[in-house]
Every structure is written in structure tokens, then in C-alpha cells.
């Protein structure tokens, strides 16, 4: 079976190990566990007819102490860039990791998930904001790991852009 | 092994390899898996079967062989559910080995302290942002900005950014927008001295400016300046070698005794710091260059071995008078 590995990039806590949890098992805590190093979990799942094995590899979020070693990215099929729609500095952080992460391992498909969308009240991305990604020709959508919104289509979308 | 006599070998690997539940795999450079050892079921490592491709057997190894690199260290690996390998990869000329070591408590103690830092992270921003919408409330300047809010004498570090290479400032043209790169460079700065303990006061044209000593903290005001100007220079140094974009800032801290207080400006109070620090340090940011940080002497004072850092300087188009010494930052 076609085996791909997918990253998970971005700043500290915003939720990359949660939509794994999401997509992977279907659960949801919402106690914050920071991740140290890397966990890797792998998914089944069949794109367009084909089957493929997704291999992902939840890297810990990018900060003062722990920074993100790009040669955990070798080999990489795709990456998912995870934003904290509630703090808007983490889309800073994902353009800054994406040219290194380019720089890195190439042009792979990438998508970036603006997580956390349930807490509309604390939002800080603007049209603006979106705007500049659009520009930038860049993939994105709206996802939340505690309501299950836009997760699994997050995925789908990248593991189409794969085959 | 390191000039040691035999018995401290024999202990060392009876003792402290030992406790780490090794186990090793050998690869050939076409990814057949040639050999196992070691405590290989500990890592989920199971069944293995050898001349098979590693990387259908063992997922976490997809991709990363052949190694392109002599050696690749992963320190915290998490492949089973309670098991963290801590994992060597390094190549030899017809294979590549990989050496697993349990890291399980190791990485406990680690996650022990990123968490605090994390949570901490996480805690102040959410402060500051509450700080900012509730600047009008004078119990707030009182009690969690340590100021009097009619006004007092207090020793603050002032640290002032100008955001360099904004264009069309003056002809705006349909490709650029000066706001939104000035509310780039605001993400960028923000989070670095919101970490370091200091306050956004204000932004003036192009650059910004923050105070270190108005919140509590427990850390030398000066310090911690130092300490976000050097973030924020490394910061804008690494996004321009990454992202080939030409963003850079020209930065001055300055310290001493300022008036500090809150002033009714239109329908809400503001923040106000007025004082000769103040003054010099927005001057002398006016005349600097674009990937400098300058500092004045009573800043230089105030620092530890990071004083090994700077060196005595004085701006070309100085044209200011009765300014303090100034100090230039060299990066090692």
C-alpha cells in the first residue's frame, strides 16, 4: 500500500496534536498536553479509489525553547500549517516555518488549517488576513478539533492533492 | 572507548546502556532491513522480518532513509502509546543503522517544563490583551501596572523599533500596502516583547514603541529589553535569509527615570511616559540604521555578560547634543 508521510507544523498550542487525536481516533480533550519531540500516528484511508497509508508525524510547536528541526520533514509527501485562529501571531509564525520548510524538503502540497474556529468571540484573523493567503496562492480552511469542523476534509483535501 | 579502563566500560554498559533498552536495526542503502537486535519489542518493533523494506515494517522510518545526512537525531520519538525512543539514525557506506533508546523519562521531565513555559506563554498574552482593552481603568494602571495613574517618577528602559524597508510610503502603488506591512512587522514584534515582560506603548509613523519596568516582574527591566531587541533582530535576520524578503529594523534602548502616568486622551485614558530617555531614545531611532540595535550607557550598565555583546559607538549623523555614551551591538 502507498505509504505518505504528512507534518504538522506551527507555533506552541494551536492544536496540532488535537486534530490529530480528531481525525485519527474521532476524540477530543480539551486539557492542553504541550508536545516535547515527535508522535506519529498513521490513518488508512482511500483517496479517489486508491489506497493510501497516511504516516503523521505531529512535530512539536515552533518556540523560544523548542525550535523546529527540519529534518524531521524529510521525506515528506505533504504538510498541514495549523494557525490558532484566536491568536493571531501563530499565521506569523506558519508563513515564517513554510519558507523554511520549503526551503527544506521543496515544493510538496501543503494546506493550512485556521484551528480553533468554534471560538468566534476570541477570533483574531481578519478578511485581511485571508486575503494575504489567497495572494500568497496558498490553500486554507476553517477547522475546530473540539467540534470535528473541517477536520477530516482538511485531510482529504491534502491526501487528494498526494496522488 | 575514550582512553577508559575496561571495568568503567563494562559498568557504563552494564549499567547506564543497559537501563535505556537499546535496540538496533541495520538497513541496506536499498531499504531491505538486514538485521534487529536489542529490546526492539519495546518500541512496537514487531514482528520484524529481515531482506522485507524497513519502511512497510517500521512507518516512522519512511522517508528518512537512505540517509542523505552521516547521522540524524530524533530525541523524543513517541511510536507507542507510553513509550518515548529517544533515536539515532547514521550511515556507513553500505547501510544505515538506526539505535533506539527508551527516552520515556527523560522526555516526562521535559514536558514536566515546557508545559509551565507553554502555560505561562499562554497566560500573559491573554493578560496583555486584557490589559490593552482595559488601559482606561485606572484600578488596572494602579494594580497590575504598578504606576500611579496621576503621575510619578519611575526608573523604566524604553526600547523603540522603527520598521525599515516599508514601501510606498509615499507613492503607494496597486502591489504595495504600507499599513499591512507595518501590521506584518506588529505580529512579528509583538509576541517577542510581550514575552520578555514588556509593554507596547505606542506607534509612532513607522516605529513602535514598548517600556520593560511598568508591569511587574521580577527580572532587571534593561535585561529584558536587551533581550527582546536581540529576539526581534534575530527574528527579522532569519525570515530575510528564508524568505528572501528585505524586512529589518533599526532598534534603541534606552533607560532612566521617566514621568509615567495616565492622561485623558479624547474619551479614554492613555498611557504617557515622558522623560529624557524617552526623548533620546526616538531621536537617536530616527538616525539609525536598519539591523542595529544602540544602546545608552545607563542600559549598558545594567546588563551582565551580555555587556560582551556591545561596543562603543557613536552614530555618524549624530547631530544630537548632550547625548550619553553609545553602545553598538555585535553579534557573536
Not at chain 1, 55 to 82: C, N, P, T
Not at chain 2, 123 to 147: G, Y
Request: charged share 20%.
Amino acid at each position: 500500500m502507498l505509504q505518505k508521510k504528512i507534518c504538522m507544523v506551527g507555533a506552541f498550542a494551536t492544536g496540532k496534536t488535537s486534530l490529530i487525536a480528531r481525525y485519527v481516533q474521532g476524540i477530543y480533550s480539551d486539557k492542553y498536553q504541550t508536545t516535547v519531540g515527535v508522535k506519529i500516528d498513521k490513518k488508512m484511508v482511500s483517496v479517489e479509489g486508491e489506497d493510501l497509508t497516511l504516516i503523521l508525524w505531529d512535530i512539536h510547536g515552533e518556540d523560544e525553547f523548542q525550535k523546529i528541526r527540519m529534518s524531521y520533514l524529510r521525506g515528506s509527501a505533504a504538510y498541514i500549517l495549523v494557525v490558532d485562529g484566536t491568536r493571531r501571531d501563530t499565521l506569523g509564525t506558519v508563513f515564517h516555518l513554510q519558507a523554511k520548510v520549503e526551503d527544506t524538503i521543496g515544493k510538496v502540497p501543503f494546506i493550512t488549517i485556521f484551528n480553533k474556529y468554534d471560538l468566534s468571540q476570541d477570533w483574531e484573523i481578519g478578511e485581511e488576513d485571508l486575503e494575504e493567503l489567497s495572494q500568497r496562492q496558498w490553500l486554507y480552511c476553517m477547522g475546530s478539533a473540539r467540534t470535528g469542523l473541517g477536520v477530516e476534509e482538511c485531510f482529504t483535501q491534502l491526501a487528494q492533492l498526494m496522488i | 572507548m575514550l582512553n577508559l579502563p575496561q571495568p568503567i566500560v563494562t559498568f557504563l554498559c552494564s549499567t547506564v546502556v543497559r537501563d535505556r533498552f537499546p535496540a538496533y536495526l541495520q538497513i541496506s542503502k536499498d531499504g531491505a532491513l538486514l538485521a534487529f537486535g536489542g529490546d526492539c519489542d519495546r518500541y512496537g518493533l514487531n514482528p520484524l522480518t529481515l531482506h522485507n523494506l524497513v519502511d512497510e515494517q517500521i512507518f516512522f522510518l519512511a522517508g528518512l532513509l537512505p540517509l542523505e545526512e552521516s547521522a540524524l537525531h530524533i530525541p523524543f520519538l513517541q511510536i507507542e502509546e507510553d513509550i518515548i525512543a529517544e533515536v539515532h539514525l547514521f550511515a556507513e557506506q553500505e547501510q544505515d543503522w538506526v539505535l533506539l533508546f527508551d527516552a520515556t523519562t527523560e522526555n516526562a521531565k521535559h514536558v514536566l517544563i515546557q508545559q509551565k513555559v507553554n502555560d505561562l506563554s499562554l497566560l500573559r498574552r491573554k493578560q496583555a490583551k486584557s490589559l490593552s482593552q482595559w488601559m482606561d481603568a485606572e484600578t488596572v494602571a494602579e494594580n497590575i501596572l504598578d504606576i500611579r495613574p496621576a503621575g510619578e517618577q519611575k526608573l523604566l528602559t524604553i526600547l523603540v523599533i522603527k520598521c525599515c524597508s516599508i514601501s510606498g510610503l509615499e507613492t503607494p502603488t496597486p502591489t504595495t500596502n504600507p499599513l499591512r506591512e507595518l501590521d506584518a512587522y506588529l505580529s512579528t514584534i509583538s509576541p517577542l516583547i510581550l514575552d520578555e515582560g514588556g509593554l507596547i506603548h505606542q506607534s509612532i509613523g513607522n516605529s513602535i514603541v514598548a517600556v520593560f519596568g511598568a508591569l511587574p516582574s521580577t527580572q532587571d527591566a534593561s535585561q529584558q529589553a536587551i533581550a527582546a531587541s536581540i529576539r526581534i533582530l534575530d527574528t527579522f535576520q532569519d525570515q530575510s535569509s528564508h524568505q528572501h524578503a528585505a524586512t529589518q529594523c533599526a532598534l534603541v534602548v534606552t533607560t532612566g527615570t521617566v514621568t509615567v502616568g495616565l492622561l485623558q486622551v479624547g474619551f479614554g485614558k492613555t498611557l504617557t511616559v515622558m522623560g529624557q530617555p524617552m526623548d533620546i531614545a526616538v531621536n537617536l531611532n530616527e538616525i539609525s540604521q536598519a539591523g542595529t540595535l544602540i544602546i545608552d550607557k545607563q542600559t549598558f550598565d545594567r546588563l551582565d555578560q551580555r555587556q560582551r555583546c556591545f561596543v562603543p559607538t557613536s552614530l555618524a549623523e549624530n547631530t544630537m547634543v548632550d547625548l550619553p555614551s553609545l553602545y553598538s551591538y555585535q553579534k557573536s
